[in-house]
T-cell receptor, first 115, second 115 residues
Framework: AQSVAQPEDQVNVAEGNPLTVKCTYS??????LFWYVQYPNRGLQFLLK??????LVKGSYGFEAEFNKSQTSFHLKKPSALVSDSALYFC?????????????FGAGTRLAVHP | NAGVMQNPRHLVRRRGQEARLRCSPM?????VYWYRQLPEEGLKFMVY????????ESGMPKERFSAEFPKEGPSILRIQQVVRGDSAAYFC?????????????FGQGTRLTVV
């Protein structure tokens, strides 16, 4: 079965500094990878996805993610963090086991950006 | 084009009552996925439905939980005889028939509190 792991429960960053939220994956076949963000008491908002093509994927709100096949990673990055980026971030992978598509989520990483 | 609509946004039930959560997919979307987010945890897949069919219910608890997606009207997640452990945020996502989860959009969620 496909899975993703987010090794950090929380990431703390100072405003203006670059941020990285880590995600590693385990899949059979070609991975479809996603990042979502959840603000307090809100639903999930799609940030970006990797299906094929360039390893560097650009998404919403200035976020980007780098697909690294050799390290089986899909880390989320942003060059300069904002306080408003503070939220819960989820990495997800498409699972096709059983012949049906669904998303499998990581446990989430809480990003705290300090002024 | 309205997004995925879930209602109610907040639901309070006493132990032993029934909870009905509704999800109206985006226009043109015929696939619906339900996820549960327990406090301080990630999202866990529950069930995947297409119109009038349950496709994958591997994440649904065997008792008290059921889901449907009728030909007309919203998808319903039904929890009978709720217990405190059912308190969680329940999210619905929808996708078009030809894109699957690669084009899934999430609703704002229903926060169920069992007292």
């Amino acid at each position: 079965a496909q899975s993703v792991a987010q090794p950090e429960d929380q990431v703390n960053v100072a405003e203006g500094n670059p941020l990285t939220v880590k995600c590693t994956y385990s899949v059979s076949g070609n991975p479809y990878l996603f990042w979502y963000v959840q603000y307090p008491n809100r639903g999930l908002q799609f940030l970006l996805k990797y299906i094929t093509g360039d390893n560097l994927v650009k998404g919403s709100y200035g976020f980007e993610a780098e697909f690294n096949k050799s390290q089986t990673s899909f880390h989320l990055k942003k060059p300069s963090a904002l306080v408003s980026d503070s939220a819960l971030y989820f990495c997800a992978v498409r699972d096709t086991s059983g012949g049906y598509n669904k998303l499998i989520f990581g446990a989430g990483t809480r990003l705290a950006v300090h002024p | 084009n309205a997004g995925v609509m879930q209602n109610p946004r907040h639901l309070v039930r006493r132990r032993g009552q029934e909870a009905r959560l509704r999800c109206s997919p985006m226009k043109g979307h015929s696939h619906v996925y339900w996820y549960r987010q327990l406090p301080e945890e990630g999202l866990k897949f529950m069930v995947y439905l297409q119109k009038e069919n349950i496709i994958d219910e591997s994440g649904m608890p065997k008792e008290r939980f059921s889901a449907e997606f009728p030909k007309e009207g919203p998808s319903i997640l039904r929890i009978q005889q709720v217990v405190r452990g059912d308190s969680a945020a329940y999210f619905c996502a929808s996708s078009p028939p030809d894109r699957g989860v690669a084009e899934a959009f999430f609703g704002q969620g229903t926060r169920l509190t069992v007292v």
